[in-house]
Structure formats: structure tokens, C-alpha cells
């Protein structure tokens, strides 16, 4: 049964560009969870969604960020016109219907130039 | 004040020795308590998690929860250099449908 998906793992861009991350759940998993990990932090909740819909998003930055689960296909972490401050480790992590119990995927390390 | 405070350490005890990881929080709502493990550059493991008060068990690792110190612990016992990592402590309420995580504490086992 593999795990949590995510890509690509490493990601440069350039200030002003977009930024375009992926992440598939586990199998039998429809709930999606984005978190950010700025270095020595903690992980901060963004965004939890189910197929089609945004459930809470009261961690996302209220500009530049979106994110979306489709019908069909991994979730997208969305960030438009990135800034040196988005430098950070975006982790996704799924669940069963229990949100408690949520596995995450390796990350995707966002470097902003 | 945050919602959930760890002490980032680090931590180094040597081989063998009990570990105990600790969290406090200021939401007396939280009724889910997990621990996290992550090594350096990887995602986050989750080891175990408890519903309300009282300890659980899983090989090596007991989780006790102390609701009305607002207090939570995982105890490593027979620690070995491959539980070298960074520990979180994460909770959330019931009815929520997000988790709030403590900064970690990185913890070293001496061979």
C-alpha cells in the first residue's frame, strides 16, 4: 500500500514565478491536508480538503495561495508570484474519515530565489 | 502564549536510557493527542495517538495524558541511536478538523 505522495521533492523558482505542488493520498484516503515547515518550526495547518471541496483553509495566506482536490487526481498547492518567504517544507498528509490520524508524505522543499 | 509549547532541547541521553518527551497546552477543549516523529528531511511519522486522559502502550513508546495539568508525554524506553530524531507533539479538539502541532524537540541517543 504506498504512502502519501508528493512532488516533485525539491522545487527552485524565482521571485515572481509560480509554484505548483502535487500530492496524492493514500489509497482509501479522501481527506488532504497541507501543512508548512519553516526551519526549526513546527508544522502549520493551511488548508484540508475532501474530493471537490474546501473544508477549512483557515491556514492559508488569504493572497497568492489556493488549493485544490479534484475529482480526478493528486491535490494542488498553488502559489502564485512566490516570494523569498515562501522558502519553506510543504508537507501534505491524508486521512480516513478520523482526521486525527493523518499520514504524511516526504514534503516538497520550496526554494525561492 | 501558543496553544501547544514543547521544548525544542536538544536532547542526548545515552543508549538505553528512558526518554521522556513532554507538552503542555492551554486549549482545554483538545481531546486528541499524537506524537510525531520526524527525521532529518523526511515527513513526519505518526507513532501513536490517544483519545482524552490516561496512557497508551506500543512496543517501546507509552503516551500518558494529563488533562487537568494540561500536560502530555511520550516515554521511550530502551532507547536506541535510531530513535534519534525530532519529536512533535500535536492535539486538536473534537469536531475540529485540524491538528495543532508543538515546535518539536530533537532528541539524540548516545551509542
Known amino acids: 500500500n504506498a504512502g502519501v505522495m508528493q512532488n516533485p521533492r525539491h522545487l527552485v523558482r524565482r521571485r515572481g514565478q509560480e509554484a505548483r505542488l502535487r500530492c496524492s493520498p493514500m489509497?482509501?484516503?479522501?481527506?488532504v491536508y497541507w501543512y508548512r515547515q519553516l526551519p526549526e518550526e513546527g508544522l502549520k495547518f493551511m488548508v484540508y480538503?475532501?474530493?471537490?471541496?474546501?473544508?477549512?483553509e483557515s491556514g492559508m495566506p488569504k493572497e497568492r495561495f489556493s488549493a485544490e482536490f479534484p475529482k480526478e487526481g493528486p491535490s494542488i498547492l498553488r502559489i502564485q508570484q512566490v516570494v523569498r518567504g515562501d522558502s519553506a517544507a510543504y508537507f501534505c498528509?491524508?486521512?480516513?474519515?478520523?482526521?486525527?490520524?493523518?499520514?504524511f508524505g516526504p514534503g516538497t522543499r520550496l526554494t525561492v530565489t | 502564549q501558543k496553544e501547544v509549547e514543547q521544548d525544542p532541547g536538544p536532547l542526548s541521553v545515552p543508549e538505553g536510557a528512558i526518554v521522556s518527551l513532554n507538552c503542555t497546552y492551554s486549549?482545554?477543549?483538545?481531546?486528541?493527542f499524537m506524537w510525531y516523529r520526524q527525521y532529518s528531511r523526511k515527513g513526519p511519522e505518526l507513532l501513536m495517538y490517544?483519545?482524552?486522559?490516561g496512557n497508551k502502550e506500543d512496543g517501546r513508546f507509552t503516551a500518558q495524558v494529563d488533562k487537568s495539568s494540561k500536560y502530555i508525554s511520550l516515554f521511550i524506553r530502551d532507547s536506541q541511536p535510531s530513535d534519534s530524531a525530532t519529536y512533535l507533539c500535536?492535539?486538536?479538539?473534537?469536531?475540529?478538523?485540524?491538528?495543532?502541532f508543538g515546535s518539536g524537540t530533537r532528541l539524540s541517543i548516545r551509542p
Open positions: 490517544t483519545y482524552s486522559s
Open positions: 489509497k482509501g484516503h479522501s481527506h
Open positions: 500535536a492535539m486538536s479538539d473534537l469536531g475540529a478538523s485540524k491538528i495543532i
Open positions: 486549549n482545554s477543549a483538545f481531546q486528541y
Open positions: 480538503l475532501q474530493k471537490e471541496n474546501i473544508i477549512d
Open positions: 498528509a491524508s486521512s480516513p474519515p478520523n482526521f486525527y490520524e493523518q499520514y
